[in-house]
């Protein structure tokens, strides 16, 4: 009869995987929005102000790269502002400071 060592599993901090995560996407340079649902977006937004409007791809991914770029610098804000508050969770008022911050510069 052979014995095997049984392997402990370590129980990882809360916060581990949520590390890995944000470190893998911020190696990537893929877009996080959905390519379809933001053209639709756009495509509804322009609607309200001409009908017969049309976009180039081109057109598209300068405002999906845009769009993108914004909402990571407001969400960089907003980790500021949790993290100055002793937090580690970003909340709806962080943002809407952040985005106040923004506004005043």
């Known amino acids: 009869m052979s014995t095997q060592a049984t392997k402990v599993k370590r129980k990882r901090r809360a916060a581990t995987n949520a590390i890995r995560e ?26 309200e102000y001409r009908t017969d409007m049309r976009f180039k791809s081109d057109a598209h991914k300068a405002l999906h790269m845009g769009a993108e770029a914004y909402l990571v610098e407001v969400f960089q804000g907003a980790n500021k502002v949790a993290i100055h508050s002793g937090r580690e969770t970003v909340q709806p008022k962080d943002v809407q400071l952040a985005l106040d911050l923004m506004n005043n510069q």
């Not at 944000?22 to 609607?47: C, D, M, S």
Request: no cysteine.
């Open 22 to 47: 944000i470190k893998r996407e911020q190696g990537r340079t893929h877009t996080i929005i959905p390519v379809a649902p933001f053209n639709r977006l756009t495509q509804e937004i322009a609607q």
